[in-house]
């Protein structure tokens, strides 16, 4: 399963039998920093053309301000109240936004092959206009017959901060089980570099 969070950036989190993905520095999943165009904007991490600077709330609201120079809109939710109501301008904003945020998820559809993919954000106020758009390019994209179910988690924030809270738990109660060498007789640590080979 994937878990992919909308907001002012593009967070990821892989779940594989039960168990959250990640590598020796916490930062595995970090796919809102691929590059998706290499003369694209230049991302918060200082590299150019990341998937989040396509599909992340900032950049929906980037769409609109090219399509309406003239608004005083400062805020994704802004954006969102005005696609809400019907606003033109703000639906093709969130459409190219979505059409980014699909290019994307091919991409790790592809290499991953999840059961499930989870969108979590704001922008799942609009579902029933951007599931089909992402269900579509998934399809259109994939390489195999079967496509991972695009489900939304409609609750946004509190999905964040929900998994947060699980990431600080499962370090607290399970990382040093996960993590720690297991001492063996005397003491000492299991060796790390393997024994030489001797002629």
């Not at 200082?46 to 600077?53: I, K, P, S, T």
């Not at 945020?101 to 991953?112: F, K, N, P």
């Amino acid at each position: 399963m994937l878990v992919v969070s909308v907001s002012e950036g593009i967070g990821t989190g892989m779940l594989v039998d039960g168990s959250v993905v990640r590598d020796r520095d916490d930062m595995a999943g970090e796919f809102g920093h691929m590059t998706l165009e290499e003369s694209g904007p230049v991302c918060g991490c200082g590299n150019v053309g990341c998937w989040e600077v396509f599909a992340s709330n900032r950049a929906g609201l980037r769409y609109y301000h090219e399509l309406a120079p003239e608004t005083t809109l400062t805020s994704f939710q802004e954006l969102l109240n005005l696609a809400l109501a019907g606003d033109l301008r703000a639906l093709r904003s969130i459409d190219k936004m979505m059409s980014y945020l699909a290019r994307g998820l091919t991409m790790l559809a592809a290499g991953l092959s999840p059961e499930v993919i989870i969108i979590v954000g704001d922008c799942t106020a609009l579902w029933p206009r951007i599931c089909p758009l992402l269900e579509s390019q998934l399809i259109a994209k994939s390489i195999t017959p079967h496509t991972p179910r695009v489900v939304a988690a409609m609750d946004g924030d509190a999905a964040r901060l929900r998994g947060a809270a699980a990431l600080v738990l499962h370090k607290i109660l399970f990382g040093q089980a996960d993590f720690a060498p297991q001492p063996v007789r005397g003491g000492a640590h299991p060796k790390t570099e393997p024994e030489p080979v001797r002629a």
